[in-house]
């Protein structure tokens, strides 16, 4: 077996993966970044089917915002010198609710005080509930700052004097902080709407984690980048290249090896020998002792009960149409769709567990916001859903295409009827990824997108109050969806950051 060694090696290249390896490359450390799949990104990437490059993951982009403003991810990519061409979202989302008795058609802006007029004009007297909910949104972001910079360690007295509302909050869900702010029931429906992008339903969502995103969205509005999530990916594998580290692909690492509770090495599957301290891994947690870790087993059977608790998140399925007429010509007027059967996403949450023939969708039409991605002539629209546990169970290699592609005809049949449009005559290419496409194509356990679920005890405050203790074995540090920022681009990146700091405040403390 071949060896070599490394300061720190991180294992995956997923949008945590690669913050992590720029984080410390930039900081000096010799840095190895090892990837499975032939390309950088894990979800954040790009496919090529006819005509079309297609879009796999980003609908929009959180805390990124623009030159004189730019929010927490957009100056961690100006600080490495990123070279990515952003393109504004043009909207919030429009919210279509399908059922005959809740009938619901609104568009919402971004802006902070454009999307409280517009709340305004949809449900008259919304606007003061609405207005406090969202004070209460920007101390929460303000306080996750503070935690945030405080690595895990914050002052207790200033969490009491200057984040009193935000600790008050911080054990409730979304629910409990809508109902008790007095928001009328309509205008919660409508705050509601970004609730799939956290997969888990406002019942039991944090409050702290939903509240940050919105107020993020509206304050810095959301950006994609101009050549897909792929850009950013090869954007971030240029920066770790510049700053000296080393990236392979087409490698899969097998195992941490771990000697008296600290990391030694890692060992892959082209049977070579990495000897480092440090690993940082985008490989879920539970996948990581569960099947990775050696050497260790009376600390892995702690942090399995740990993991065992936590509830792994939505398994994707997405439905990519290359379509060869024009958006305006099909009557997609707008860029980001959230297409939803009921306003009752208890409802809709539990209607995860089946294969029902109308699940919600998020879509997305990227010519909305690039017209130029797509052919003249043609468009791009990209429509999500999500499932849970053992929905995707019964499918086999015999219905697995069957399966598929009933879903996808369903979800035609349901634009069509929720958007009024025609879009069916206008397919050109299609392609679907399924919980098993994301299970092969970015390791995801279970086909799961969503690392594990934010419940109110499981969200972004409690696991960033963890931070400290979260430390089973000394030089092995988690990233990613899975990880302590809990999923989504901005998170994944940050929580590389985050990492690849203290991997780097950890060397030097060994010196
Ligand atoms: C359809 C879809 C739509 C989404 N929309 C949005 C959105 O609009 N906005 C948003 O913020 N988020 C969105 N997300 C969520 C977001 O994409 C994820 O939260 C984020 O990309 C997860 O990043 P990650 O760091 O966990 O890495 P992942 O993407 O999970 O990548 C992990 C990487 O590690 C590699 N790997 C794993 N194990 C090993 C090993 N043993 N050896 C080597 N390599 C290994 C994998 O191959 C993979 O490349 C969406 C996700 C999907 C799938």
């Known amino acids: 077996m071949s060896e070599r060694t490394y300061d720190v090696v991180v294992i995956g290249a997923?949008?945590?993966?690669?913050?992590?390896?720029?984080?410390?490359?930039?900081?000096?450390?010799?840095?190895?970044?090892?990837?499975?799949?032939?390309?950088?990104?894990?979800?954040?990437?790009?496919?090529?089917?006819?005509?079309?490059?297609?879009?796999?993951?980003?609908?929009?982009?959180c805390d990124v915002g623009k030159e004189g403003e730019w929010g927490a991810c957009g100056t961690f990519f100006k600080d490495l010198g990123l070279d990515i061409e952003w393109v504004p979202v043009p909207e919030a989302y429009r919210m279509v609710i399908t059922d005959k008795d809740e009938k619901l058609d609104v568009k919402m802006p971004f802006g902070l005080n454009e999307y409280i007029d517009k709340m305004e004009e949809y449900v008259p007297g919304s606007r003061e509930s609405v207005t406090n909910f969202f004070d209460l949104c920007q101390e929460v972001l303000d306080a996750i700052g503070y935690l945030g910079a405080s690595k895990g360690n914050p002052d207790k007295k200033v969490l009491t004097s200057k984040y009193s509302n935000f600790l008050k909050t911080a054990s409730y869900s979304v629910d409990q902080v809508e109902k008790a702010l007095k928001i009328p029931k309509k205008a919660r429906d409508i705050l509601n709407a970004y609730w799939c992008y956290l997969g888990t339903d406002t019942e039991k969502l944090g409050f702290t984690i939903y509240g940050a995103m919105m107020i993020k969205f509206l304050l810095l509005g959301a950006y994609i980048p101009k050549m897909r999530s792929h850009e950013i990916s090869l954007a971030f594998e240029k920066a770790i290249r510049d700053f000296g580290g080393d990236v392979i692909y087409g490698t899969k690492v097998e195992k941490i090896l771990v000697e008296n509770g600290s990391v030694v090495g890692v060992?892959?599957?082209?049977?070579?020998?990495?000897?480092?301290?440090?690993?940082?891994?985008?490989?879920?947690?539970?996948?990581?002792?569960?099947n990775m870790v050696e050497?260790?087993?009376?600390?892995?059977?702690?942090?399995?009960?740990?993991?065992?608790?936590?509830?792994?998140?939505?398994?994707?399925y997405v439905a990519y149409f290359g379509l060869n007429k024009t958006a305006k010509e099909l009557g997609l007027t707008d860029y980001s769709y959230f297409i939803y059967p009921t306003v009752d996403n208890k409802k809709l949450y539990n209607s995860m567990f089946e294969r029902g023939n109308n699940p919600m969708q998020a879509i997305v039409c990227l010519n909305n916001a690039i017209p130029d991605c797509?052919?003249?002539?043609?468009?791009?629209?990209?429509?999500?859903?999500?499932?849970?546990?053992?929905?995707?169970?019964?499918?086999?290699?015999?219905?697995?295409?069957?399966?598929?592609?009933?879903?996808?005809?369903?979800?035609?049949?349901?634009?069509?009827?929720?958007?009024?449009?025609?879009?069916?005559?206008?397919?050109?290419?299609?392609?679907?990824?399924?919980?098993?496409?994301?299970?092969?194509?970015?390791?995801?356990?279970?086909?799961?997108?969503?690392?594990?679920?934010?419940e109110t005890w499981d969200s972004l405050l409690p696991r960033l109050l963890m931070m400290k203790d979260d430390l089973y074995i000394n030089g092995l540090r988690f990233v990613g969806g899975f990880a302590f920022r809990c999923h989504g681009y901005s998170s994944g990146y940050m929580s590389g950051n985050t990492i690849g700091l203290l991997t780097y405040k950890d060397s030097l403390e060994e010196k």
């Not at 690669?18 to 954040?44: C, D, N, S, V």
């Not at 050497?295 to 994707?316: L, T, Y």
């Not at 499918?395 to 369903?410: G, H, L, S």
């Open 14 to 61: 997923g949008n945590g993966g690669l913050a992590a390896a720029a984080t410390t490359a930039q900081k000096g450390m010799k840095t190895l970044l090892i990837e499975q799949h032939t390309l950088p990104g894990g979800y954040a990437s790009s496919f090529v089917r006819g005509r079309f490059e297609f879009e796999p993951s980003l609908h929009e982009l």
């Open 267 to 290: 060992t892959t599957d082209k049977g070579e020998k990495i000897n480092t301290k440090h690993v940082i891994c985008n490989a879920p947690r539970h996948v990581a002792f569960g």
């Open 295 to 316: 050497g260790a087993d009376e600390i892995k059977e702690k942090a399995n009960r740990e993991f065992n608790s936590r509830k792994v998140g939505g398994k994707g």
């Open 374 to 454: 797509s052919p003249p002539g043609t468009s791009m629209l990209t429509v999500t859903t999500l499932y849970k546990d053992g929905a995707w169970d019964d499918v086999n290699e015999t219905n697995y295409v069957q399966v598929k592609n009933k879903i996808a005809k369903d979800i035609v049949r349901n634009i069509e009827s929720a958007l009024n449009v025609k879009i069916s005559d206008a397919i050109e290419e299609y392609s679907v990824a399924s919980p098993q496409t994301f299970a092969r194509y970015a390791c995801a356990y279970d086909g799961s997108i969503y690392g594990y679920e934010s």
